[in-house]
């Protein structure tokens, strides 16, 4: 499988991102192995999508880093504190 995973960082600004090992890439973000989120700890989970096709979840990943999914991601996940 294939997942898509938005955190919502210590900045109050989300992250998206993309693995095939949602468990293991948690816990390097949670860890500060990931550069994009070091400084941006602590974060949480807010959402992920499992996907049976890698490019699916690649090309969803696209759109919710777009305009108009940063707007998906802003009106449904604003207020996550």
């Given at each position: 499988m294939?997942?898509?995973?938005?955190?919502?960082?210590?900045?109050?600004?989300?992250?998206?991102?993309?693995?095939?090992?949602?468990?293991e890439?948690i816990?390097?973000h949670?860890n500060?192995?990931?550069?994009?989120?070091?400084?941006?700890?602590?974060?949480?989970l807010?959402?992920y999508v499992?996907?049976?096709?890698?490019?699916?979840?690649?090309?969803?990943?696209?759109?919710?880093?777009s305009?108009?999914?940063?707007?998906?991601?802003?009106?449904?996940?604003a207020?996550?504190?």
């Amino acid at each position: 499988m294939h997942y898509v995973y938005i955190l919502y960082c210590a900045d109050k600004k989300p992250y998206t991102g993309c693995t095939d090992n949602l468990k293991e890439r948690i816990e390097r973000h949670k860890n500060g192995h990931v550069p994009a989120t070091k400084e941006r700890r602590p974060i949480k989970l807010l959402l992920y999508v499992a996907f049976s096709d890698k490019y699916k979840a690649f090309e969803f990943e696209k759109y919710l880093k777009s305009g108009s999914g940063r707007a998906f991601i802003k009106k449904h996940f604003a207020a996550q504190e």
